[in-house]
């Protein structure tokens, strides 16, 4: 028996109205100070240079993606049936800390400094941290249950399912949350009637014939958010100048090792040596904006030039790349002006496909139980979602420049 609160607690939250907290590890866990780290991380990095209240944090989508994983024990007979309490503690705690390892500004800090958030969610689970000591005083072990789930080890796939498959929590979360907070409408898919119609069949989640136009829309949900949010161009453009800046950062090492001593608070990422679990806990993006605003009086002209165009949302242009010709005439007129292009040209190809159909044993397909009680992958059982996997990918390539 796992200890539960007095009294269950209440958070409003304006996707799910309220988020519910029953037990005592999980409240926590949710007051611990990594977790409470997770409200200086925004969750869509720089999309809010576009969308301008897209400042939501990702602290507010770990709590919805717990939400959603706790909803699907307590009100799916379904799921609710074939897990242990331990378990739905562990998959509950999965959901809520999945995202525990996040830096700043997600993807474009993780490339410069080559540390990958999935690493670091590990690390704070299984290291010493207050949130691994939680879990650990509540049942020895839990820790390592919770790190399997989300690192795809752990005995039963179900869980793994729920937290990180192509129909989980995690993104049902943040596709009606970027919504949301973006105010586009794309996004939007009937989430109830998602819950309603998921089954468990020989382990492994699947979704009622009858709820098939459903996740068709949510399919349909995530392949406008791409092109209409995350791969926004602009957000794109002012993540460019991030990681130019890191990047500048790093040569600077060898080049003119004394800029380091300006901004201390990155040395650990740049240099990318023993980072702890500390280091990561203090990088957060009021210390990048820190060290943007200290940048401003680099001696270094690169470093001071791009921090002032994170500071102002003075960004690069970008124009569709429709000849290799292109590049070069473009570069060399940047040379010409005296701009260094490492930093200050970058070519960009993004494509993406909303729904990657079933590959060897991959639990993370969604599977159709049709009325007959066969099973199919989703692309076989839907028109819509066969021509968007089977279709021509759609991609593109841009290029990135200051103007002037
Ligand atoms: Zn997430």
Not at 388 to 400: I, S
Request: one cysteine or more; a negative charge; glycine letters at 4%.
């Amino acid at each position: 028996m796992f200890k539960k609160l007095d009294e269950i607690k209440v958070l409003r939250d304006p996707i799910h109205g309220y988020i519910h907290v029953e037990y005592d590890v999980i409240w926590k866990c949710i007051n611990s100070r990594e977790f409470q780290r997770l409200r200086r991380i925004k969750q869509l990095g720089a999309s809010y240079m576009v969308y301008h209240t897209a400042e939501h944090s990702r602290f507010a989508h770990s709590l919805g993606v717990y939400e959603i994983v706790r909803r699907m024990i307590v009100e799916n007979n379904d799921i609710g049936s074939t897990i242990s309490e331990k378990d739905a503690i562990a998959v509950m705690l999965a959901g809520l800390l999945h995202d525990i390892g996040h830096g700043p500004f997600s993807h474009a800090f993780e490339s410069i400094c080559q540390t990958h958030h999935e690493e670091f969610t590990e690390r704070i689970i299984l290291e010493d941290t207050e949130v691994h000591r939680i879990i650990e005083k509540t049942q020895a072990g839990l820790s390592k249950s919770v790190a399997s789930i989300i690192n795809h080890t752990h005995k039963n796939g179900l869980l793994t399912q729920m937290i990180s498959g192509q129909l989980d929590a995690d993104r049902m979360d943040y596709l009606l949350r970027d919504a949301y907070f973006t105010g586009t409408k794309y996004g939007e898919f009937d989430l109830e009637r998602v819950l309603r119609t998921i089954r468990v069949r020989d382990g492994i989640m699947v979704v009622k014939e009858t709820g098939i136009h459903t996740i068709e829309d949510y399919i349909m949900a995530r392949y406008h958010m791409y092109w209409q949010v995350y791969y926004h161009p602009t957000a794109r453009s002012y993540e460019i100048i991030l990681s130019k800046l890191f990047e500048r950062l790093r040569d600077c090492e060898k080049e003119n090792s004394k800029v380091l001593k300006e901004v201390t608070m990155f040395n650990a990422f740049i240099r990318n040596k023993d980072i702890s679990v500390n280091d990561h806990y203090l990088m957060d993006e009021t210390t990048c904006f820190y060290g943007f605003s200290l940048l401003l009086e680099s001696k270094d002209e690169i470093l001071k030039d791009l921090s002032y165009r994170l500071l102002t949302r003075n960004l690069f242009k970008y124009v569709d790349i429709t000849n290799d010709k292109m590049k070069e005439t473009k570069k060399n007129q940047l040379i010409k002006k005296g701009y260094d292009i490492r930093y200050y040209f970058h070519v960009d190809k993004v494509e993406q496909r909303p729904y990657q159909p079933y590959k060897g044993d991959d639990l993370s397909a969604i599977w159709i139980v049709m009325n007959n009680g066969s099973i199919k992958e989703l692309s076989e059982a839907s028109d819509i979602v066969h021509s968007l996997v089977h279709g021509e990918n759609k991609n593109e390539e841009k290029m990135f420049y200051p103007v002037g």
